[in-house]
Protein backbone atom coordinates (compact mmCIF):
# COMPACT_ATOMS: atom_id res chain seq x y z
CA UNK A 1 0.00 0.00 0.00
CA UNK A 2 1.58 3.60 -0.73
CA UNK A 3 1.92 5.86 1.87
CA UNK A 4 1.65 9.78 1.23
CA UNK A 5 5.81 10.77 1.47
CA UNK A 6 6.60 14.63 3.80
CA UNK A 7 9.26 14.93 1.54
CA UNK A 8 9.70 18.54 1.09
CA UNK A 9 10.60 19.00 -2.84
CA UNK A 10 10.41 23.01 -2.55
CA UNK A 11 13.42 24.54 -3.96
CA UNK A 12 14.81 27.49 -1.22
CA UNK A 13 14.59 30.32 -3.61
CA UNK A 14 17.67 32.69 -2.46
CA UNK A 15 20.67 30.41 -1.38
CA UNK A 16 24.16 30.77 -0.42
CA UNK A 17 26.76 28.91 0.14
CA UNK A 18 30.72 29.17 1.44
CA UNK A 19 33.68 27.42 1.07
CA UNK A 20 35.89 28.35 3.59
CA UNK A 21 39.54 28.03 4.13
CA UNK A 22 42.01 29.92 6.34
CA UNK A 23 42.90 32.90 4.38
CA UNK A 24 40.34 33.86 1.72
CA UNK A 25 36.75 32.24 1.24
CA UNK A 26 34.61 31.19 -2.05
CA UNK A 27 31.22 32.25 -2.13
CA UNK A 28 28.45 30.65 -4.22
CA UNK A 29 25.01 32.33 -4.56
CA UNK A 30 21.98 31.05 -6.71
CA UNK A 31 18.93 33.16 -7.36
CA UNK A 32 15.51 33.04 -8.96
CA UNK A 33 15.88 34.49 -12.64
CA UNK A 34 14.00 37.11 -14.22
CA UNK A 35 10.00 35.67 -14.56
CA UNK A 36 8.35 33.01 -13.66
CA UNK A 37 10.91 30.80 -15.32
CA UNK A 38 12.54 28.26 -13.84
CA UNK A 39 16.09 29.83 -14.50
CA UNK A 40 18.13 30.22 -11.73
CA UNK A 41 21.02 33.02 -11.88
CA UNK A 42 24.05 32.14 -10.35
CA UNK A 43 27.16 34.03 -8.48
CA UNK A 44 30.00 32.74 -7.65
CA UNK A 45 33.09 35.17 -5.78
CA UNK A 46 35.98 35.15 -3.89
CA UNK A 47 36.63 37.05 -1.00
CA UNK A 48 39.20 37.36 1.83
CA UNK A 49 38.34 35.99 5.34
CA UNK A 50 39.65 39.43 6.88
CA UNK A 51 36.94 41.17 8.66
CA UNK A 52 36.09 44.17 6.69
CA UNK A 53 35.91 41.64 3.55
CA UNK A 54 33.52 39.45 5.64
CA UNK A 55 31.14 42.58 6.26
CA UNK A 56 31.11 43.39 2.74
CA UNK A 57 30.11 40.26 1.63
CA UNK A 58 27.34 39.72 4.58
CA UNK A 59 25.96 43.35 3.17
CA UNK A 60 25.28 41.74 0.07
CA UNK A 61 23.79 38.62 0.50
CA UNK A 62 21.29 40.85 2.89
CA UNK A 63 21.13 43.44 -0.10
CA UNK A 64 19.95 39.97 -2.60
CA UNK A 65 17.70 38.27 0.31
CA UNK A 66 19.43 35.63 0.85
CA UNK A 67 17.19 33.27 3.04
CA UNK A 68 20.10 30.34 4.24
CA UNK A 69 24.16 30.58 3.84
CA UNK A 70 25.42 26.73 4.43
CA UNK A 71 29.00 26.65 5.41
CA UNK A 72 31.07 23.33 6.20
CA UNK A 73 32.93 22.88 9.29
CA UNK A 74 36.24 23.38 8.18
CA UNK A 75 38.63 23.40 11.62
CA UNK A 76 37.99 26.17 13.16
CA UNK A 77 37.55 29.10 10.19
CA UNK A 78 33.79 28.63 10.43
CA UNK A 79 33.52 30.60 13.27
CA UNK A 80 34.35 34.59 12.27
CA UNK A 81 32.42 33.65 8.96
CA UNK A 82 29.42 32.03 11.15
CA UNK A 83 28.93 34.33 13.62
CA UNK A 84 29.62 37.36 11.56
CA UNK A 85 26.62 36.91 9.24
CA UNK A 86 24.78 36.09 12.20
CA UNK A 87 24.90 39.21 13.19
CA UNK A 88 23.58 40.70 10.39
CA UNK A 89 20.62 38.95 10.49
CA UNK A 90 20.98 36.42 8.28
CA UNK A 91 20.93 32.34 8.93
CA UNK A 92 23.80 30.66 8.85
CA UNK A 93 24.05 26.88 8.55
CA UNK A 94 27.16 24.54 9.90
CA UNK A 95 27.01 21.49 8.25
CA UNK A 96 29.11 18.17 8.85
CA UNK A 97 31.74 18.14 5.57
CA UNK A 98 30.86 13.93 5.70
CA UNK A 99 27.06 15.12 4.49
CA UNK A 100 28.27 17.15 1.03
CA UNK A 101 31.40 15.27 0.21
CA UNK A 102 32.07 16.16 -3.67
CA UNK A 103 31.19 13.09 -5.54
CA UNK A 104 34.28 10.88 -6.70
CA UNK A 105 35.60 10.84 -9.86
CA UNK A 106 34.80 15.00 -10.66
CA UNK A 107 37.33 17.65 -10.31
CA UNK A 108 37.67 19.47 -7.49
CA UNK A 109 38.31 22.80 -6.63
CA UNK A 110 37.38 25.52 -4.03
CA UNK A 111 34.94 26.86 -6.82
CA UNK A 112 33.10 23.52 -7.67
CA UNK A 113 32.90 22.75 -3.93
CA UNK A 114 31.00 26.30 -3.30
CA UNK A 115 28.76 25.49 -6.52
CA UNK A 116 28.14 21.62 -5.12
CA UNK A 117 27.38 22.74 -1.62
CA UNK A 118 25.16 25.64 -3.01
CA UNK A 119 22.65 22.96 -5.19
CA UNK A 120 22.82 20.58 -2.62
CA UNK A 121 21.46 23.31 -0.23
CA UNK A 122 19.19 24.97 -2.36
CA UNK A 123 17.04 21.40 -2.65
CA UNK A 124 16.99 21.09 1.21
CA UNK A 125 19.17 17.93 1.55
CA UNK A 126 21.34 19.22 4.19
CA UNK A 127 20.82 19.29 7.82
CA UNK A 128 22.31 21.63 9.98
CA UNK A 129 24.68 21.03 13.10
CA UNK A 130 24.28 21.88 16.33
CA UNK A 131 25.95 26.06 17.39
CA UNK A 132 24.37 27.66 20.66
CA UNK A 133 23.77 30.66 21.12
CA UNK A 134 26.65 33.51 22.01
CA UNK A 135 25.48 33.27 25.89
CA UNK A 136 26.41 29.11 25.64
CA UNK A 137 29.16 29.28 23.41
CA UNK A 138 31.13 31.91 25.36
CA UNK A 139 30.40 29.51 28.64
CA UNK A 140 30.99 26.52 26.41
CA UNK A 141 34.81 28.03 26.17
CA UNK A 142 35.23 28.41 29.99
CA UNK A 143 34.28 24.96 30.67
CA UNK A 144 36.24 23.54 28.09
CA UNK A 145 38.88 25.15 28.96
CA UNK A 146 39.09 24.32 32.52
CA UNK A 147 38.66 20.90 31.57
CA UNK A 148 41.88 20.73 29.41
CA UNK A 149 43.67 22.52 32.44
CA UNK A 150 42.93 19.76 34.54
CA UNK A 151 44.01 17.53 31.40
CA UNK A 152 47.16 19.67 31.77
CA UNK A 153 47.77 19.04 35.73
CA UNK A 154 47.35 15.70 35.45
CA UNK A 155 49.69 15.00 32.91
CA UNK A 156 52.27 17.41 34.70
CA UNK A 157 51.79 15.63 38.51
CA UNK A 158 52.36 12.58 36.24
CA UNK A 159 55.34 14.16 35.70
CA UNK A 160 56.62 14.60 38.79
CA UNK A 161 55.85 10.85 39.95
CA UNK A 162 58.37 9.18 37.20
CA UNK A 163 61.00 12.54 38.29
CA UNK A 164 60.51 10.98 41.78
CA UNK A 165 61.11 7.74 40.47
CA UNK A 166 63.96 8.35 38.18
CA UNK A 167 65.74 9.51 41.65
CA UNK A 168 64.32 6.17 43.42
CA UNK A 169 62.28 8.16 45.87
CA UNK A 170 59.44 5.67 46.01
CA UNK A 171 56.87 8.48 47.80
CA UNK A 172 54.57 7.51 45.59
CA UNK A 173 54.42 3.82 47.08
CA UNK A 174 54.06 4.82 51.06
CA UNK A 175 51.50 7.79 50.12
CA UNK A 176 48.05 7.56 48.31
CA UNK A 177 48.83 11.15 47.07
CA UNK A 178 51.92 12.97 46.90
CA UNK A 179 50.57 15.88 46.49
CA UNK A 180 48.88 16.39 49.50
CA UNK A 181 50.29 18.11 52.38
CA UNK A 182 52.85 16.28 53.29
CA UNK A 183 54.03 15.32 50.04
CA UNK A 184 54.33 19.02 49.41
CA UNK A 185 56.13 19.46 52.42
CA UNK A 186 58.42 16.66 51.75
CA UNK A 187 59.14 17.37 47.98
CA UNK A 188 59.39 21.47 49.20
CA UNK A 189 61.92 20.40 51.56
CA UNK A 190 63.92 17.66 48.77
CA UNK A 191 64.42 21.04 46.67
CA UNK A 192 65.64 22.76 49.58
CA UNK A 193 68.47 20.60 49.57
CA UNK A 194 67.63 18.01 52.61
CA UNK A 195 68.69 14.51 51.80
CA UNK A 196 68.35 12.66 54.98
CA UNK A 197 65.55 10.09 54.60
CA UNK A 198 64.74 9.95 58.88
CA UNK A 199 64.07 13.98 58.56
CA UNK A 200 61.86 14.05 55.91
CA UNK A 201 60.07 11.36 57.11
CA UNK A 202 59.20 13.23 60.03
CA UNK A 203 57.54 16.01 57.97
CA UNK A 204 54.74 13.24 57.58
CA UNK A 205 51.46 14.73 58.86
CA UNK A 206 48.30 13.29 60.30
CA UNK A 207 48.06 9.73 59.72
CA UNK A 208 50.98 9.93 57.41
CA UNK A 209 52.48 9.66 60.71
CA UNK A 210 52.07 5.92 61.28
CA UNK A 211 54.17 5.30 58.27
CA UNK A 212 57.41 6.93 59.42
CA UNK A 213 59.19 3.81 58.77
CA UNK A 214 57.93 3.19 55.54
CA UNK A 215 58.49 6.51 54.26
CA UNK A 216 61.95 6.61 55.66
CA UNK A 217 62.97 3.59 53.15
CA UNK A 218 60.95 5.38 50.62
CA UNK A 219 63.53 8.39 50.81
CA UNK A 220 67.05 6.34 50.59
CA UNK A 221 67.65 7.10 47.00
CA UNK A 222 69.78 9.60 44.45
CA UNK A 223 67.83 12.68 44.45
CA UNK A 224 70.58 14.71 43.96
CA UNK A 225 70.51 19.00 42.33
CA UNK A 226 69.24 17.78 38.93
CA UNK A 227 66.24 16.65 40.08
CA UNK A 228 65.81 19.22 42.61
CA UNK A 229 65.41 21.58 39.33
CA UNK A 230 63.29 19.86 37.08
CA UNK A 231 61.10 19.15 40.51
CA UNK A 232 60.77 23.43 41.34
CA UNK A 233 60.24 23.79 38.04
CA UNK A 234 57.49 20.89 37.61
CA UNK A 235 55.56 22.21 41.51
CA UNK A 236 55.45 25.83 40.18
CA UNK A 237 53.69 24.99 36.80
CA UNK A 238 50.94 22.90 39.40
CA UNK A 239 50.71 25.65 41.37
CA UNK A 240 49.78 27.94 38.68
CA UNK A 241 47.53 25.91 36.81
CA UNK A 242 45.78 25.41 40.07
CA UNK A 243 45.52 29.13 40.57
CA UNK A 244 44.59 29.40 36.67
CA UNK A 245 41.92 26.69 36.93
CA UNK A 246 40.64 28.64 40.00
CA UNK A 247 40.45 31.64 38.42
CA UNK A 248 38.57 30.27 35.34
CA UNK A 249 36.21 28.80 37.69
CA UNK A 250 35.29 31.79 39.18
CA UNK A 251 34.68 33.04 35.75
CA UNK A 252 32.15 30.20 34.80
CA UNK A 253 30.14 31.06 38.33
CA UNK A 254 29.99 34.21 36.60
CA UNK A 255 28.91 33.44 33.22
CA UNK A 256 26.60 30.61 34.34
CA UNK A 257 24.51 32.94 36.27
CA UNK A 258 21.86 33.41 33.66
CA UNK A 259 21.51 29.51 33.80
CA UNK A 260 21.67 28.98 37.47
CA UNK A 261 18.44 27.59 37.86
CA UNK A 262 18.43 24.90 35.24
CA UNK A 263 21.95 24.16 36.77
CA UNK A 264 20.73 23.61 39.90
CA UNK A 265 18.34 21.22 38.85
CA UNK A 266 21.11 19.38 36.87
CA UNK A 267 22.57 19.03 40.05
CA UNK A 268 20.05 17.01 42.17
CA UNK A 269 21.23 13.89 39.25
CA UNK A 270 23.22 11.15 41.21
CA UNK A 271 26.62 11.80 40.31
CA UNK A 272 26.54 15.37 38.43
CA UNK A 273 27.86 18.47 40.62
CA UNK A 274 28.43 22.00 40.07
CA UNK A 275 31.17 21.35 37.67
CA UNK A 276 29.43 18.62 35.82
CA UNK A 277 26.20 20.79 35.67
CA UNK A 278 27.89 23.55 34.00
CA UNK A 279 29.89 21.59 31.62
CA UNK A 280 26.50 19.61 30.26
CA UNK A 281 24.74 23.28 30.00
CA UNK A 282 27.74 24.19 28.06
CA UNK A 283 27.47 21.56 25.70
CA UNK A 284 23.81 20.97 25.32
CA UNK A 285 21.80 24.52 25.58
CA UNK A 286 18.76 24.83 27.89
CA UNK A 287 16.65 25.60 24.59
CA UNK A 288 15.78 21.88 24.27
CA UNK A 289 13.55 22.84 20.90
CA UNK A 290 16.89 21.79 18.72
CA UNK A 291 16.51 17.97 19.99
CA UNK A 292 12.63 16.88 19.62
CA UNK A 293 13.22 14.51 21.93
CA UNK A 294 15.44 12.56 24.48
CA UNK A 295 16.71 9.88 21.97
CA UNK A 296 17.76 12.83 19.49
CA UNK A 297 19.80 14.29 22.06
CA UNK A 298 21.31 10.92 22.83
CA UNK A 299 22.03 10.18 19.87
CA UNK A 300 23.23 13.50 18.56
CA UNK A 301 25.90 12.82 21.82
CA UNK A 302 26.91 9.10 20.71
CA UNK A 303 25.47 7.79 23.29
CA UNK A 304 22.98 5.46 21.01
CA UNK A 305 23.92 2.55 19.96
CA UNK A 306 24.77 2.18 15.67
CA UNK A 307 22.04 0.22 13.57
CA UNK A 308 23.66 -0.54 10.21
CA UNK A 309 21.49 -3.34 8.34
CA UNK A 310 21.69 -5.37 5.13
CA UNK A 311 20.17 -8.15 3.46
CA UNK A 312 17.86 -8.66 6.90
CA UNK A 313 20.68 -8.93 8.98
CA UNK A 314 22.39 -6.44 11.62
CA UNK A 315 26.15 -5.76 10.99
CA UNK A 316 29.05 -3.85 13.15
CA UNK A 317 29.15 -4.27 17.16
CA UNK A 318 26.32 -1.67 17.42
CA UNK A 319 28.80 0.94 18.94
CA UNK A 320 28.19 4.16 19.56
CA UNK A 321 30.18 5.75 17.51
CA UNK A 322 32.57 9.26 18.54
CA UNK A 323 30.57 12.08 19.86
CA UNK A 324 31.40 15.24 21.30
CA UNK A 325 34.37 14.15 23.95
CA UNK A 326 33.99 16.78 26.47
CA UNK A 327 30.11 16.04 27.21
CA UNK A 328 31.49 11.94 26.87
CA UNK A 329 33.85 12.73 29.27
CA UNK A 330 31.26 14.44 32.35
CA UNK A 331 28.57 11.89 31.57
CA UNK A 332 30.96 9.16 31.86
CA UNK A 333 32.10 10.41 35.19
CA UNK A 334 28.75 11.08 36.30
CA UNK A 335 28.17 7.43 35.78
CA UNK A 336 31.07 6.35 37.34
CA UNK A 337 29.98 7.98 40.30
CA UNK A 338 26.39 7.61 40.40
CA UNK A 339 27.48 3.73 40.12
CA UNK A 340 28.36 4.24 43.71
CA UNK A 341 25.54 5.37 44.75
CA UNK A 342 22.58 3.93 46.65
CA UNK A 343 20.32 4.98 44.11
CA UNK A 344 18.31 4.16 40.86
CA UNK A 345 20.97 4.79 38.48
CA UNK A 346 23.24 3.38 40.84
CA UNK A 347 22.20 -0.08 41.06
CA UNK A 348 21.06 -0.04 37.48
CA UNK A 349 24.95 0.80 36.91
CA UNK A 350 25.47 -2.66 39.02
CA UNK A 351 22.81 -4.72 37.25
CA UNK A 352 24.48 -4.33 34.56
CA UNK A 353 28.01 -4.31 34.89
CA UNK A 354 27.27 -7.90 36.34
CA UNK A 355 25.56 -8.93 33.02
CA UNK A 356 27.34 -6.60 30.61
CA UNK A 357 30.84 -5.24 32.15
CA UNK A 358 31.52 -1.57 33.71
CA UNK A 359 32.57 0.05 30.39
CA UNK A 360 28.61 -1.19 28.84
CA UNK A 361 27.55 -0.04 32.02
CA UNK A 362 29.07 3.46 32.15
CA UNK A 363 27.45 4.29 28.84
CA UNK A 364 24.38 2.92 29.54
CA UNK A 365 23.87 4.75 32.98
CA UNK A 366 25.55 8.02 30.63
CA UNK A 367 22.36 7.68 28.18
CA UNK A 368 19.63 7.63 31.36
CA UNK A 369 21.63 10.77 32.49
CA UNK A 370 21.20 12.39 29.45
CA UNK A 371 17.23 11.45 29.28
CA UNK A 372 17.20 12.96 32.62
CA UNK A 373 18.79 16.19 31.28
CA UNK A 374 16.70 16.20 28.31
CA UNK A 375 13.67 16.35 30.63
CA UNK A 376 14.86 18.65 33.45
CA UNK A 377 15.90 20.90 30.53
CA UNK A 378 12.56 21.12 28.50
CA UNK A 379 10.09 21.80 31.34
CA UNK A 380 11.99 24.18 33.80
CA UNK A 381 8.75 22.76 36.44
CA UNK A 382 10.16 19.41 36.30
CA UNK A 383 12.53 18.08 39.08
CA UNK A 384 14.79 15.47 39.48
CA UNK A 385 12.49 12.47 41.97
CA UNK A 386 14.30 9.08 42.44
CA UNK A 387 13.21 6.10 41.60
CA UNK A 388 14.80 4.31 44.64
CA UNK A 389 17.49 1.36 44.47
CA UNK A 390 14.46 -0.74 44.94
CA UNK A 391 12.51 -0.29 41.56
CA UNK A 392 13.82 -3.03 39.99
CA UNK A 393 12.58 -5.42 42.73
CA UNK A 394 9.14 -3.64 42.98
CA UNK A 395 8.70 -3.88 39.24
CA UNK A 396 8.93 -7.45 39.36
CA UNK A 397 6.05 -9.52 39.23
CA UNK A 398 6.98 -12.05 42.54
CA UNK A 399 4.88 -15.10 40.20
CA UNK A 400 7.20 -14.54 36.75
CA UNK A 401 9.94 -14.60 39.09
CA UNK A 402 9.03 -17.43 40.85
CA UNK A 403 7.86 -19.67 37.38
CA UNK A 404 12.11 -18.46 36.18
CA UNK A 405 13.32 -19.47 39.47
CA UNK A 406 11.85 -22.79 39.06
CA UNK A 407 12.44 -23.00 35.37
CA UNK A 408 15.84 -22.83 35.87
CA UNK A 409 16.36 -25.53 38.45
CA UNK A 410 14.36 -28.20 36.69
CA UNK A 411 16.56 -27.18 33.87
CA UNK A 412 19.38 -28.55 36.30
CA UNK A 413 17.09 -31.73 36.77
CA UNK A 414 15.43 -31.24 39.79
CA UNK A 415 11.93 -31.60 40.91
CA UNK A 416 10.90 -28.24 42.60
CA UNK A 417 7.95 -28.33 45.12
CA UNK A 418 6.70 -25.05 46.74
CA UNK A 419 5.50 -24.65 49.98
CA UNK A 420 4.56 -21.45 51.18
CA UNK A 421 6.93 -20.07 54.77
CA UNK A 422 4.85 -20.00 57.96
Not at 384 to 394: A, E, K, N, S, V
Amino acid sequence: MLAESQDEERLIARVAAIDIGKAELVCCVRIPGPGNTRRRLQEVSTHSTMTRSLAELANHLVDLGIERVVMEATSDYWKPVFYLLEAHGLQPWLVNARDVKHLPGRPKTDVLDAVWLCKVAERQMLRPSFVPPAPVRRLRDLTRYRADLVGERTAEKNRVEKLLEDACIKLSSVASDIFGVSGREMMAALIAGERNPTVLAQLARSRMRTRIGALEEAFTGHFDDHHAFLLGRMLARIDGIDADIAAVGDRIGAQLAPFSAAAARLDEIPGIGPVAAAAIIAEVGTDMSRFPSPGHLCSWAKFSPGIKSSAGRNKGNGSTGHGNRYLARTLGEAAAGAGKTNTFLGERSRRLARRRGKQRAIVAVGRSILVIVWHLLANPETRYRDLGPDHFTRSTDPDTKKRNHVRQLEALGYAVTLTPAA
